[in-house]
């Protein structure tokens, strides 16, 4: 009678542990059960690794620059007087003062600051019909002096942007 005491008592106690352990995989694989996890005192918890954020990289930016406005801003003949600038004539003999402006796409100026300070000017055709000098400090500007009448065209490029003035030496 002890021996069938004592065989139950070790039966309850094997069924307790197994129902602590959970039943086994029917494949009779690892058990995915949960497990127990106990800290020690003292011990520190590690802290997860942080995961680096990736660096945003600058996005291009469009060029500000929609058009180049090349023109007269000033028309002086010998003895006063001159034709209008928006006329685009430069009489032979007069003087002519032209500039190239960056604008952007509503029409107003691009401030210098947001465009490249290098500029290119051409004469695209009529280079025997005016003179041409630069503008000391001016380099947007040129000082022209009309020679022989005919059309000309002078182009001035910024920031990969050209513009064109198509004006005239009259008589």
């Not at 930016?61 to 006329?87: K, L, M, Q």
């Given at each position: ?9 070790v039966?309850?106690?094997l ?8 039943d086994?995989p ?12 106990s ?5 520190s ?17 469009a060029n500000?620059i929609?058009y180049v ?5 000033g028309?002086?003949c010998?003895?006063?007087?001159g034709?209008d ?7 032979v003999?007069?003087?002519g ?22 500029i290119?000017?051409?004469m ?27 059309p ?7 920031g ?12």
């Amino acid at each position: 009678m002890k021996f069938v005491r004592m065989r139950m008592a070790v039966a309850v106690v094997l069924m307790a542990f197994a129902g602590c352990m959970g039943d086994p995989p029917p494949d009779g694989g690892v058990s995915t059960a949960p497990s127990r996890v106990s800290s020690v005192a003292g011990a520190s918890t590690p802290a997860p690794t942080p995961v680096p954020t990736p660096v945003p990289t600058a996005v291009p930016t469009a060029n500000p620059i929609s058009y180049v406005r090349v023109g007269f801003f000033g028309v002086n003949c010998p003895g006063g007087g001159g034709p209008d600038n928006a006329e685009r004539k430069l009489p032979v003999g007069c003087a002519g003062d032209v500039t190239a402006t960056p604008k952007k796409e509503d029409g107003t100026d691009v401030h210098s600051r947001d465009h490249p300070s290098e500029i290119t000017w051409e004469m695209m055709h009529g280079e025997r019909l005016v003179s041409i000098y630069d503008v000391p400090g001016q380099p947007f500007n040129k000082h022209l002096i009309g020679r022989v009448a005919g059309p000309f065209m002078l182009c001035a490029t910024v920031g990969g942007v050209m513009g064109c003035l198509s004006a005239e030496v009259t008589p």
